[in-house]
Every structure is written in C-alpha cells, then in structure tokens.
C-alpha cells in the first residue's frame, strides 16, 4: 500500500513525540487481538504510562502502519521514536531483560521461585530426561499464564530451581515472576500427564455454548459484546449484543467487577482474548461464546448469516 504524505507525517511525529508507542488492535484497557494483548500485559508490567495507537480505528492506518514501519504484524512497538518489532521480539526481549535496558529500568536481582514437584511426577520426569539425552527441563510461563514444561537448551539469565523431588528446572526471569507457589503433580487420569496448579493464575475465561448463552440472555443474567469490527458486524450480528467500542469500552471498565459479562467474535478466538484481558481488569465472572457467532447461527438462529 502506497503511504500518503500526510500519514506519513502524522506517524513521524507521533511516535517521535512520545517515549513509548505501541500501534495494536484496540486499545490498552480493552485489546482486540491476543499479540496485542501480550505486549499490553508486559508493558503495563514496566511501565505506569505509554502511548498506544489502535489500528482498527481505520483501514488507512491499520495498513499503513505495517508499510511505515516495513513490517507485515501488528502489534509495533517504538521506544524512542525507533522501532523495536512485534509481539515474538518484545516477549523474548522481556523475557532476556534487553527490553528492560532499552526502557531505562534498573533490573532487580531475579529470584528463583519456591516450586514443587510431587513425587510422581518426579519420577515419571526422570524417566523423560533420559529420553531428553541431558536437555535441562525448562518451565515457561506466558502473559496468559499458559504454562509450557520441556525439555529444551540452557539460555543466558536462566533460574535453576531445586525442589525436594531433586529434580532441576530452569526458568526465565518472566517466568518466575508468576511461579511462586506453583506445583506440578501426575494426572491420575485416563489420559496420565502432567498437572500444573498455579495459584498466581488469575480465574479462567468460562465457555459457554451457544444454546447456553442464550439461556442466560433470556433471563437477563449476562451483558453481551462483540468485538468483532464494523465490516463484520455488518454482514452478521446478534440483535442482544452491544458493540465494543470506545464509548462501552468506558461503560463496561465503569460496572461492578461481579457483573457477568460475555463475548463473542466470528469463532471464539478474539473474544477469548479480550475476556482474558477483562479478567485482568478484575473482574471475576467473565464468558466466552464457544464458536462465535457461527455456533449461533448454526444452533440457535438460522437467520444470522454465516460468513
């Protein structure tokens, strides 16, 4: 896409008159894309205040962002009116603490969190290191508390942590901001695996079906948002669902945190990510409809247009 004059002047400016910009989907409060949510949840982490520039706010801008800055992703980051990259590069700089320096912040002495395995489990990862042929276990933890346990290399500024199973871990100084506490047991299922309890984890997202979202419409239980844009919502909406806007971005981040909320997208994937980022907001009773507006039109009206 050629970038007119008078956006490229406008893009110039702004990110070399504020310190810290970010160009995402949404906004900081209410992000509308999983990457965008990430880079929020490690910004807000280090800073009190950034600027952020939401690309859905036109078609001009959300395609010319990726031509100013030659590269193809949202979301962008600039610190000091350079370019730094997208959500991969701003997680694994955090995660090394190079995004910490750029920022100007002192890094605290990282500690190793108290973590514990269970005797089972303990057994059965000894049993998988030989496999592993002297691959150090790593534990991962994400923005989402998304835990990940393999067995990988050794990297710069990792923690080891011991336990009483006398099995070593290694873990990333992000990583263990969120493992205190954690335990890791043997799945006694039918299925085995492991098990992670970690209580720094904030409530999940429930799931809702169809049939049972619109149960609860009916009896007045639950405030719907679609956060789908314009261009969707024009070829199918659910007559009960209000728009995510910037105007009930405010009312919403303005109720109670025990009001039950839900939303919806086209399959579930982004209003999964934007009830994440509400349950980061602090509130306790948040839904995602399982399969979007598709598993609505497909078991309860007909009529909605599938696309």
């Not at 400016?13 to 906004?27: D, I």
């Not at 509308?32 to 078609?59: H, W």
């Not at 500024?157 to 100084?173: F, K, R």
């Not at 086209?266 to 907001?281: K, P």
């Amino acid at each position: 896409m050629a970038l007119s004059e008078t956006l490229r002047t406008h893009l110039s400016e702004f990110v070399s008159s504020h310190r810290v910009v970010l160009f995402m989907k949404g906004t900081r409060q209410m992000p509308r894309c999983g990457f965008s949510a990430r880079v929020v949840q490690i910004l807000n982490e280090l800073l009190p205040d950034y600027e952020t520039l939401d690309v859905l706010a036109t078609p001009e801008l959300r395609d010319g962002i990726k031509t100013f800055s030659d590269w193809p992703t949202i979301p962008q980051l600039y610190v000091n009116g350079k370019f730094v990259g997208g959500c991969d590069i701003v997680r694994d700089m955090h995660a090394s603490g190079e995004l910490q320096k750029l920022l100007g912040l002192e890094l605290s002495e990282p500690v190793a969190p108290t973590i514990t395995i269970s005797e089972s489990a303990a057994q059965e990862l000894r049993r998988a290191s030989v496999d592993a042929r002297g691959a150090p276990l790593r534990l991962h933890i994400d923005a989402q508390y998304q835990h990940e346990l393999y067995f990988g290399q050794r990297s710069p500024g990792d923690l080891e942590v011991c336990n009483s199973a006398d099995v070593t871990l290694l873990i990333d100084n992000s990583s263990a901001r969120r493992a205190e506490g954690l335990q890791i047991d043997l799945s006694d299922g039918p299925s085995g695996g492991f098990t992670i309890a970690n209580p720094n984890a904030p409530p999940p997202v429930k799931q809702l079906t169809a049939l049972e979202l619109k149960a609860m419409l009916d009896r007045g239980e639950v405030t719907l948002f679609d956060v789908r844009p314009d261009e969707e919502r024009a070829i199918a909406h659910i007559s009960a669902a209000r728009t995510l806007n910037a105007a009930s971005q405010a009312y919403l981040l303005g109720l109670s945190r025990d009001t039950p909320i839900a939303f919806h997208c086209h399959v579930g994937t982004r209003s999964q990510e934007v009830a994440q980022q509400l349950i980061r907001e602090g509130f306790r009773t948040v839904y995602n409809l399982a399969g979007g507006i598709d598993a609505w039109s497909r078991t309860v009206d007909p009529t909605v247009p599938r696309y």
